[in-house]
């Protein structure tokens, strides 16, 4: 299928360019032709703007409200870098870690502590108002499955 797309792209290229001189000399130039292969459009975070608020983590260095943009990463998020790039691999999977735990997950009763966060702001052009806690490990694994946008915490 691929091949046969590529085949079809410079077939249709091919023949655009065998009119041109036609066109040309009716309407003006043509804009420079395009090169192949066009590389693939990559995400580059553009359009994620949040916020980070943390509290009860027991760690004064963690808790706080932080500013994350991406693209390029930028904020005063402690680690702006490896937060966008982490969003960014969850974005590549399609996963949504601002979903909340589905009310039918069978979740293990453990309690990973009083740490309390909630993340506002867009995430890909998508809005994004979520809170998290760490109080069965359901919860526990969303965080930590968001880390370093969250901080690792007890």
Not at 13 to 21: N, R, V
Not at 58 to 78: S, V
Not at 120 to 140: K, L, P, Q, Y
Request: one cysteine or more.
């Amino acid at each position: 299928m691929m091949r046969r797309l590529a085949l079809t792209a410079v077939a249709s290229l091919a023949a655009l360019s065998a009119a041109a001189p036609a066109a040309t000399a009716a309407s003006g130039p043509l804009p420079l032709p395009l090169s192949l292969p066009l590389p693939l459009l990559q995400d580059d975070g553009a359009g994620t703007r949040l916020t980070v608020v943390v509290s009860g983590s027991g760690n004064p260095e963690a808790d706080g409200r932080y500013e994350l943009e991406c693209g390029p990463a930028r904020g005063t998020h402690p680690v702006a870098a490896q937060a966008c790039e982490r969003l960014g691999q969850l974005e590549g999977e399609g996963a949504d870690p601002f979903a909340p735990v589905s009310r039918d997950a069978m979740c293990t009763q453990q309690y990973g502590g009083e740490a309390t966060s909630r993340v506002t702001g867009t995430w890909h052009g998508r809005h994004v108002d979520a809170s998290f806690r760490r109080t069965n490990g359901c919860e526990i694994a969303r965080w930590n499955g968001l880390r370093p946008v969250l901080p690792n915490v007890r």
